[in-house]
């Protein structure tokens, strides 16, 4: 099984909320990744957790908070979002993770689509 | 640094008719290269990869080999269908980043 979960599906929040995305996959794997995508473009990389430890930060605006409370779980946790944060959000796993020594696939959800108004 | 460059899209092709989607790099050392799928609405799906040069990858009808010689990874289907109507993206990761590097995708329409 090489399933990766997101929730929700769908979310509307005004500037001033405060929300969380929430991903799990049940594959065994070590490292989980979060990315942005706007439309028509390539996901762009935000976050990699390996080990649950934060491995890479791609200088993310603080407005945006990751946590992986354990191996299987990652969140996003979101407050005073601006309109051009407005994407889809994509989580991903991998079977190990930066530094690891090789490179494993990553595998992705199907993605929450962020709407800030 | 480390690049992909695919070709501009859309690609719009009958039923059947053979695919090909180039695609080129620029990388340091000796990436992993994939092909993910995209289809509407939904996630990215791993199509195909390949780790080594001359390696082939192929799933689902579709083939890519790794050529270092010409730094390409292009993609192939001999007959396309339909259902194959998806934006695909090309990509690197460096060895031991953990990062992909995403070409630009290219559109793929397939038309009855």
């Known amino acids: 099984d090489t399933e990766v979960t997101q929730t929700p599906k769908h979310l509307v929040m005004g500037m001033t909320n405060k929300k969380s995305l929430k991903c799990e996959q049940h594959?065994?794997?070590?490292?989980m990744y979060w990315y942005k995508q706007k439309a028509k473009k390539p996901p762009e990389l935000m976050f990699v957790?390996?080990?649950?430890?934060?491995?890479i930060n791609e200088s993310v605006p603080s407005r945006f908070s990751p946590e992986c409370p354990n191996s299987s779980l990652l969140n996003l946790h979101l407050h005073a979002l601006q309109p051009e944060d407005s994407a889809l959000y994509l989580c991903?796993?991998?079977?190990?993770?930066?530094?690891?020594?090789?490179?494993?696939?990553?595998?992705f959800g199907p993605g929450t689509r962020l709407t800030v108004t | 640094g480390n690049s992909v460059t695919q070709m501009e899209g859309p690609v719009t092709l009958s039923e059947e008719a053979f695919l090909t989607i180039n695609c080129t790099y620029t990388?340091?050392?000796?990436?992993?290269l994939f092909w993910y799928v995209q289809y509407p609405g939904e996630g990215l799906q791993l199509l195909l990869k390949?780790?080594?040069?001359?390696d082939k990858g192929s799933n689902k009808g579709f083939e890519a080999t790794y050529r270092k010689e010409t730094t390409s990874f292009h993609l192939e289907k001999g007959s396309v269908q339909v259902s194959d109507s998806a934006v695909y993206f090309c990509?690197?990761?460096?060895?031991?980043?953990?990062?992909?590097?995403f070409g630009q995708g290219t559109t793929l329409q397939v038309k009855p």
């Open positions: 957790y390996s080990y649950e430890k934060l491995s």
């Open positions: 990509a690197l990761s460096p060895a031991n980043t953990g990062k992909l590097i």
């Open positions: 390949a780790t080594k040069a001359d």
């Open positions: 990388a340091t050392g000796y990436p992993s």
């Open positions: 991903a796993s991998s079977q190990d993770g930066p530094g690891r020594g090789f490179f494993y696939e990553q595998y």
């Open positions: 594959m065994g794997h070590r490292a």
